[in-house]
């Protein structure tokens, strides 16, 4: 496992991603994946899910200290009050005390950022959050946060894989010391049949879904959660630490990013910002 040092922390650069894992497959998941190795695990308040996370985490005999867990406050609870109320249930859920990463799962433009961050920064200052942050938001929106409201993010959890490029994004968190977690890191299986990973994969002997997991977790400060319900899958995505993509190859897949590459857009996101072939 390659790992993500961010001030004491040591995240896991592959995490297990859980949206659409419901009920047993869910719990089955989650255990397997454990099993397997992982020890980053993505859920979030609208996946409901959170119960079977944390059930999984408790039967699979890892200690809680080993996992990295993050989940996200979902857009009707981002208001102060509600956030600190709705992370009381997470948690109640996830059968622990506190979350490795909290983060806000879409900006909402009807709550004053300060408000969202100090409620954020609460939770942190009482040990429910080790490390909080935001997904899906811009540079303008990371400005605004990080830089006139003073707030440590930890990351930006954004959509981000061979066909979508987010440079500009990606150089903010760099520059201002953050992490970037790639969210379907796989574009949801919309990569399988592209030319020039399927000869990488041919060259390294891997999948095409490891070439792309593997040139993520190799850029720096890049974490990648996949999902896969099938332990085919889990294992397979487990299986890119043996192998270093060549600085040329790194290239070749930095540009197969393409216009429509975006694949979550949904009526409330924000407007992305522009980026090469984006
Ligand atoms: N913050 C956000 O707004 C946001 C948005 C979207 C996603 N996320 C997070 O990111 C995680 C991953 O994203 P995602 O679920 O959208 O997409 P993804 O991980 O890119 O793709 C998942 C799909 O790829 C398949 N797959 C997995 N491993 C494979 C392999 N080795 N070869 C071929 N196919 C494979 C899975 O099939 P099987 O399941 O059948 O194995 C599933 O259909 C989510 O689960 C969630 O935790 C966050």
């Keep these: 496992m390659m790992h993500i040092t961010h001030k004491d922390f040591k995240i896991p ?7 659409q894992l419901r009920e047993q497959d869910c719990l089955t998941g989650v255990q397997k994946a454990l099993e397997i190795g992982y020890r980053h695990i993505d859920t979030a308040q609208i996946y409901e899910n959170e119960e079977f996370v944390g059930d999984a985490i408790r039967n699979s005999g890892v200690e809680r200290k080993e996992v990295f867990l993050t989940t996200k406050i979902w857009m009707s609870n981002v208001r102060d009050g509600a956030l600190q109320k709705s992370l009381d249930g997470s948690l109640k859920k996830l059968k622990t005390d506190y979350v490795d990463l909290l983060l806000i799962h879409w900006p909402v433009k009807e709550t004053p950022f300060a408000e969202q961050m100090e409620a954020l920064q609460e939770v942190q200052k009482e040990g429910q959050a080790k490390l909080i942050g935001v997904s899906n938001f811009t540079v303008a929106q990371m400005t605004e946060v990080v830089e006139t409201l003073g707030v440590d993010l930890a990351t930006n959890q954004v959509e981000y894989h061979p066909f979508l490029s987010q440079s500009p994004v990606y150089d903010y968190m760099v520059d201002h010391g953050m992490f ?8 949801r299986g919309k990569i ?6 399927l000869s990488l994969a041919h060259k390294y002997g891997k999948t095409v879904g490891q070439i792309a997991l593997r040139w993520l977790v190799q850029q720096e400060g890049v ?3 996949p999902k896969a319900a099938s332990e085919k899958h889990m294992r397979e995505n487990f299986n890119i630490f043996d192998f270093t993509l060549d600085e040329m190859d790194m290239k070749i897949i930095h540009g197969l990013a393409r216009e429509g590459g975006r694949l979550i857009n949904p009526d409330w996101a924000p407007k992305w910002d522009a980026s090469k072939a984006a």
């Design 192 to 197: 399988n049949d592209e030319k020039d990973l």
């Design 13 to 19: 650069a592959l995490g297990y991603g859980t949206w």
């Design 223 to 225: 974490a990648a959660i």
């Design 180 to 187: 970037l977690t790639a969210y379907s890191p796989l574009a």
